[in-house]
């Protein structure tokens, strides 16, 4: 906020007091600014603009006093220092013809303001204030736009004027809706109604996509006067977010066909495999499902899958990060979109629960909705039936909704910050994907599947890792998940020259694990049953054990390196010769 109204008032005065008389009045205003006097209830300052009528007045003083109107007291809100106050233009008095009094918050008369000097430092007011607005319009890169309350133009920033292909000349003066669809216009419904508009989305002509943000201008009395309105152009996340859509669905189409969805994701670990035995029995049904894991662990593959299994596998599979579109595009993405600003054409657009049709939306990162976008989305589910935003008509709603989060929902429902009725409409079926981490028998077979994928997808022969890679895989921690495993595999398939996958062709990260002695013990879990906890173990033979225990440790590591015993004998911290004369005394097929 501007510091306006912010006044200075004047300090040289002098005080007459009762027992002076109109000499005394005289005399010091011909050597004073001005002069201030109390007589009964009202104050009087006099100052050298009244000097031609004391020298003329030679009657009684009160009696002179009285010729003229008394001066207005003004008590401001607050002061800034001793000089100046803080002041609304509604605290002046209707009449200036006289000097005002402005006194402290006690009462006590502190100084005095003539109506020219108060033209003046208003004026200059208004001439800064401008500046700062013609700056501000100039730094904003919103289209900014405001009217006065006949809807008269009254500002139109470069931004606007570019985005509408209108020159400041063909617009300011004229009524707004001699160039747009009254209609359609937010600024001549807040306006009318009085009502701020926050990230509302609008389709303002053919192509063209922007977030709308209105404010009523009122006066002290609350009376609109005007309105302001400022549009930020997501036309650039528009069509962002519809080539990213169509990507991801290109590079699904090169993944390899099979009869069983879930082939890209079962794999030898127990904890993937009851995901993919829990998501193949509700992917019979129609019934939402909620999905949890870290971030790159696989959910929206999970989501995919689950749809390809069911019975509208033909129908489409829709996905919308909630996290990663601004709220007030977000309500049109899901629900559709009735309207049309700053145009007659009659806009009408699917939402992306309208365009999946019978098949799967799937809802990442859920718990970045909004309160009114979690409202919606439950009373949808609840009664299967959603409007367009704009729209009267009342929709069905035949997709399948499987949402998905990396945080406790649970948790975020006790602390208010997730509508409750939608976490239970949406978790009748939870899922945990479990991080790579704690699946690393699976890496295996993730690495040759990906190296398939990206050797198809760059036409490029089809590398075969070496040891020391998937030893680096394997004592790898893995923090951005299957996603992370998924970008290294194509970084490598770019850069490999041959057949052969070499640990040069892995980041710094991943070669570092490759540079301490070979029977350095490596810190794995060890799965005693399906129903304990993993134990962080010693992978090593170096230490004095049971034999049981040692075929224990050699099954692991075999397991975990996907058969290879190159790979498991360095897990172990043995040579190959050595695993293969322990796996002949303990009577394991070599």
């Not at 935003?389 to 909704?401: C, S």
């Not at 890496?443 to 070496?466: D, G, N, S």
């Not at 020259?497 to 570092?512: C, H, S, V």
């Amino acid at each position: 906020m501007f510091n306006n109204e912010q006044l200075q008032i004047e300090k040289q005065w002098t005080q007459l007091q009762p027992e002076h008389d109109r000499d005394d009045l005289l005399h010091l205003l011909e050597s004073e600014p001005a002069v201030w006097l109390q007589q009964g209830m009202e104050h009087y300052v006099f100052t050298r603009t009244d000097l031609r009528f004391w020298r003329q007045w030679h009657g009684d003083l009160a009696a002179g006093v009285s010729c003229f109107e008394p001066s207005a007291v003004l008590q401001p809100a607050n002061w800034q220092d001793a000089s100046y106050t803080y002041m609304t233009l509604a605290q002046l008095p209707t009449s200036l013809a006289r000097p005002m009094i402005v006194t402290s918050a006690d009462g006590t008369p502190q100084g005095w303001l003539c109506a020219k000097r108060l033209a003046a430092q208003l004026l200059r007011q208004k001439q800064r204030a401008e500046q700062y607005l013609n700056a501000l319009l100039d730094t904003v890169t919103d289209a900014v736009t405001a009217v006065d309350g006949d809807g008269t133009v009254i500002c139109w920033n470069d931004t606007a004027a570019q985005m509408y292909h209108i020159p400041h000349e063909r617009i300011i003066g004229r009524t707004i809706d001699e160039l747009f669809d009254p209609e359609s216009l937010m600024l001549l419904h807040v306006l009318d109604k009085g009502r701020k508009v926050r990230n509302m989305y609008h389709q303002s002509s053919e192509g063209t996509h922007v977030l709308i943000n209105a404010s009523p201008i009122m006066d002290a009395s609350g009376t609109i006067v005007g309105g302001l309105a400022s549009e930020q152009d997501i036309t650039h996340l528009v069509k962002l977010n519809q080539e990213l859509s169509t990507a991801q669905a290109s590079i699904h189409e090169t993944l390899p066909r099979s009869n069983d969805p879930f082939t890209l994701l079962d794999g030898q670990s127990h904890s993937i495999s009851k995901v993919v035995r829990i998501g193949k029995k509700v992917a019979e049904l129609n019934t939402p499902v909620l999905l949890y894991g870290e971030t790159g662990s696989g959910k929206e593959q999970l989501a995919r899958a689950i749809h390809l299994a069911g019975a509208h596998a033909d129908a489409p599979f829709l996905s919308v990060n909630c996290g990663a579109i601004p709220p007030g595009l977000l309500d049109s993405e899901l629900f559709g979109f009735i309207g049309g600003t700053y145009s007659n054409q009659d806009i009408q657009e699917a939402g992306k629960l309208e365009q999946a049709g019978e098949g799967t939306l799937f809802l990442n990162e859920i718990d970045r909705l909004t309160p009114e976008m979690q409202n919606k989305l439950y009373r949808a589910l609840k009664t299967r039936l959603f409007r367009r935003y704009g729209g009267q008509e009342e929709l069905p709603l035949h997709a399948r909704i499987i949402a998905a989060s990396r945080h406790d929902l649970e948790k975020l429902v006790t602390s208010g910050q997730f509508s409750s009725e939608l976490y239970y409409a949406l978790g009748i079926v939870t899922i945990a994907v479990p991080p790579l981490r704690e699946r690393r028998e699976d890496i295996a077979i993730l690495v040759h599947m990906y190296l398939r994928e990206f050797a198809m997808q760059y036409h490029r022969p089809l590398p075969k890792p070496t040891p020391d890679v998937m030893l680096a895989f394997a004592r790898y921690d893995w923090p951005g998940n299957v996603a992370e495993l998924r970008a290294v595999i194509e970084r490598c398939v770019i850069l490999s020259d041959g057949d052969e996958l070499n640990p040069e062709l892995l980041p710094d990260a991943f070669q570092k694990l490759l540079h301490f002695p070979s029977s350095a013990p490596v810190h794995v879990p060890i799965r005693r049953s399906h129903n304990e906890e993993p134990v962080i173990q010693h992978q090593g033979l170096k230490a004095r054990i049971t034999d049981e225990e040692e075929k224990q440790r050699i099954e692991e590591a075999i397991r975990k390196a996907s058969g290879n015993k190159s790979i498991a004998a360095r897990m172990l911290g043995i040579s190959r010769g050595t695993l293969y004369n322990k796996m002949s005394k303990h009577g394991m097929d070599s």
